[in-house]
């Protein structure tokens, strides 16, 4: 309980000073107009209110992952509390500020065009492509989710017409002007997240719930024996880093009115993120009395369960009652709900950047949404573990270019470029070497696939720090030729 307590009040003090730090490496400024008035249009450049934009943020990055994310992550043992911790000061909350941040600078511009604008043009049309993809993969794997949660609720209406159901939600919140039906609807889905979290939180002291302390040991408990790197860090994704609120935070950096909000906005829904993770990962592992209780309950579940929801169902019943868990499970709902939607919103919004299409009149949303649907729909065909497992590995790997493309950026501008350059060389360890290891991967050897990750990483940080060496050799000529 004490690791538990000590590590919400970290994340708090994280947001207050190191958050304030990486403001400062920035250089927030309020003189600079943002696109939200500048270019409003009434659909998607929306100027709105600090705390409203922070409301839908929150909303859009608080997915599945960090409530099923951390509970399939404890399983790894307290090294998960770490990680949440330090993964979302240090990384996820730093990612999230400077590519939003980035966003407002370059006029509301998606991810792939911020990351083309400092990575160059053949890394832009290749993010362009993957992040299309993984944003539609998020779609169907926040269709099939919720789906699951819903009919756990409510079993007399089957998971197909509650995929349909959310289906047409998220069709209606990619079409209609943002603030006609997310503006609307989210802050009735906020209150059921935050009284999800609330109520979970205090139960957990309520409960006295026996969770692991740090100092009793951080050892791989993983009943599998997978390794913790770079299992673990790709387990619990969007409660510690995430590349997929990245793609969300242009959405936001269009609404946004002065550049000083952005903390609170783009760090504090990520730190806000944090907590519900640590508040999940902590729930898990004490609701059945301990890690390995945990893990034999799961291991009895049938293969096809979707085994977090389950874990999730049980938890709210038992320790908030049948209204309590009756709303704490919406709670549950709304976090895939409102990253579901603003998935496919975004996608949208990417490809019409990228073909330069006027997104106001309706039917040009429709030409470009239309496929995206169908994608999406063909997707919900495959199995959910197989789409959360590459969901993951995308999500994350996404994260490693948006924090390279941010390094390059405050190199470019003489700021302190180790705030995203470390977290950019350690995910992309973690990926390359995920993607070597994993089962869905090559199934290459240990070893082998943590080689892979380190040379990978060695290569990126060489190529930076070449590019750094040849723009001062530049620069130099420069101040040279302007004395002569």
Same mark, same amino acid.
């Given at each position: ?18 958050? &304030? ?10 003189? $600079? ?15 709105? #209110? ?17 409530? *099923? ?39 509301? &511009? ?42 756990? $609720? ?33 802050? $009735? ?20 719930? +026996? ?30 880093? #995430? ?65 977090? &929801? ?43 950047? *990228? ?5 106001? +009149? $309706? ?13 999406? *729909? ?45 977290? &950019? ?60």
């Amino acid at each position: 309980m004490i690791s538990f307590t000590v590590a919400i009040i970290l994340l708090v003090l994280g947001y207050i000073f190191y958050g &304030a730090f990486v403001e400062k490496v920035f250089g927030a400024n309020n003189d $600079i107009k943002t696109p939200a008035i500048t270019n409003p249009d009434g659909v998607d450049y929306v100027p709105m #209110s600090w705390w409203r934009i922070f409301l839908i943020q929150f909303l859009n990055i608080a997915g599945l992952g960090p409530i *099923f994310g951390a509970i399939m992550g404890i399983m790894y043992g307290p090294s998960a509390f770490l990680w949440i911790v330090f993964g979302s000061i240090f990384g996820g909350a730093v990612h999230d500020y400077i590519s939003g941040m980035l966003s407002i600078r370059q006029k509301g &511009a998606s991810l792939p065009e911020i990351i083309g604008s400092q990575l160059g043009v053949g890394v832009k049309q290749f993010v362009r492509v993957f992040t299309v993809v993984l944003l539609i993969l998020v779609g169907a794997v926040f269709v099939s989710g919720p789906a699951g949660i819903l009919n756990s $609720i409510i079993p007399n209406i089957s998971i197909l017409w509650w995929a349909v159901i959310v289906f047409i939600y998220y069709a209606l919140a990619t079409l209609l002007p943002i603030d006609k039906l997310i503006g609307r609807f989210y802050p $009735i889905f906020g209150f059921c997240l935050l009284f999800m979290a609330a109520g979970i939180l205090f139960a957990i002291y309520y409960n006295s719930a +026996p969770i692991p302390e740090i100092w009793n040991g951080i050892a791989n408990q993983e009943p599998k024996h997978l390794p913790i790197f770079p299992m673990m860090f790709i387990s619990i994704a969007c409660g510690a880093i #995430s590349g997929f609120h990245a793609t969300q935070s242009p959405l936001m950096a269009r609404c946004v009115k002065n550049e000083k909000t952005g903390r609170r906005i783009f760090y504090g829904a990520m730190i806000a993120e944090g907590i519900i993770a640590l508040i999940w990962a902590a729930a898990g592992s004490s609701f059945y009395g301990s890690i390995q209780g945990l893990q034999e309950y799961v291991a009895t579940l049938p293969p096809t369960a979707n085994k977090a &929801a389950i874990v999730v169902k049980a938890i709210s019943d038992n320790w908030l009652g049948v209204v309590g868990g009756f709303i704490a499970m919406l709670g549950v709902v709304a976090a895939p709900l409102t990253s579901g939607d603003t998935a496919l919103r975004s996608a949208r919004l990417t490809i019409a950047d *990228f073909l330069k299409f006027d997104q106001k +009149p $309706i039917k040009n949303r429709l030409v470009i949404s239309l496929p995206i649907f169908v994608a999406t *729909f063909i997707l919900l065909q495959i199995n959910f573990d197989i789409l959360w497992r590459y969901f993951a590995w995308g999500n994350q790997t996404l994260s490693v270019f948006t924090l390279w493309a941010c390094s390059v950026y405050l190199r470019k501008e003489k700021r302190n470029y180790f705030i995203t350059l470390l977290p &950019a060389m350690f995910m992309t360890c973690v990926c390359a070497t995920y993607i070597m290891y994993a089962p869905e991967g090559f199934s290459l050897p240990y070893w082998v696939s943590v080689a892979i990750g380190i040379t990978l990483t060695i290569t990126f940080l060489s190529v930076f720090a070449f590019k750094e060496k040849a723009e001062r050799l530049m620069a130099e000529k420069i101040r040279v030729r302007s004395k002569e």
